[in-house]
């Protein structure tokens, strides 16, 4: 009694964190349930919800996969999935973009930021664009 109350406490504290826009918090929450609980669907929805949230694209939905195995008709698996799949889809048409502009600009005295300015490369995707065309430069 004392665990399965435990599992909702954190499954809430979770959903909580989610609605606030808390997501290391709600992975956090989400993983506690989890370590009680490791086929709690709830809780590997909105683990898949808050790394979706951090831009942590494939392990969200490795954790859909898991929950849609344990609960197959669950409509808000589903959906969540297909808006973790989107999300994959624009960020590497963001990366395809900026790879592109950099390269067609290779040669024209374009430098990294306006590259990256005109269409936004975007967190990791953009630090890691930075962080290669300085190393670059260094040698």
């Given at each position: 009694?004392?665990?399965?109350l ?12 989610l609605k606030?826009g808390?997501a ?6 989400a993983?506690l ?11 590997l929805?909105r683990?898949?919800q808050?790394?979706?949230k951090?831009k942590d694209f ?6 859909l ?16 999935f297909?808006k ?16 592109k502009?950099?390269l067609?600009?290779?040669g024209?005295g374009?430098?990294y930021?306006d590259a990256a ?7 990791r995707?953009?630090s ?5 065309f300085d190393e670059?430069r260094?040698?």
């Amino acid at each position: 009694a004392y665990t399965k109350l435990r599992v909702a406490c954190h499954n809430n504290l979770a959903s909580v964190y989610l609605k606030v826009g808390d997501a290391s918090k709600a992975l956090e929450q989400a993983n506690l349930c989890l370590a009680l609980d490791a086929d709690n669907v709830k809780a590997l929805y909105r683990q898949a919800q808050a790394l979706g949230k951090t831009k942590d694209f494939t392990a969200a939905l490795q954790a859909l996969r898991r929950a849609a195995k344990l609960a197959p008709r669950d409509k808000a698996i589903r959906e969540e999935f297909d808006k973790v799949k989107e999300q994959v889809a624009r960020a590497t048409q963001r990366e395809k973009k900026v790879y592109k502009e950099m390269l067609s600009g290779a040669g024209s005295g374009r430098t990294y930021e306006d590259a990256a300015g005109s269409g936004g490369a975007g967190g990791r995707a953009g630090s890691l664009l930075k962080w290669l065309f300085d190393e670059t430069r260094r040698r």
